[in-house]
Nanobody
């Protein structure tokens, strides 16, 4: 069973930057896509960004132009670089991998943005 481990969350300031990482436990794992989601207290889980196996990227309108998703295949890691942070970006950020019908989830990492 592949495990995804997120890291890099923490406290950021409005206008600042944070970078999240999602590391896969297997170097042979080749998902169709890696996705970042976030869930704020009392709100539904929200899709944030996707990077596909061929490295095409897609973003939610709320983060377009501020967040960048990228990958380092040698490290089996996907990154989410977040800049121009807003208090509205405060949430638990979760890494998801899709392989066919299967979904794999990390445990999440908290991001809190102060104004």
């Amino acid at each position: 069973q592949v495990q995804l481990v997120e890291s890099g969350g923490g406290l950021g300031q409005a206008g600042g930057s944070l970078t999240l990482s999602c590391a896969a436990s297997s170097d042979t794992f080749s998902p169709d896509s890696i996705n970042w989601y976030r869930q704020a207290p009392g709100k539904q889980r929200e899709w944030v960004a996707t990077i596909t196996r061929i490295s095409s990227t897609h973003y939610a309108d709320s983060v377009l132009g501020r967040f960048v998703i990228s990958r380092d295949n040698a490290k089996n890691t996907v990154y989410l670089q977040m800049k121009d942070l807003l208090p509205a970006d405060t949430a638990v950020y979760l890494c998801n991998a899709r392989l066919g019908p299967r979904n794999y989830w990390g445990q999440g990492t908290q991001v809190t943005v102060s104004s």
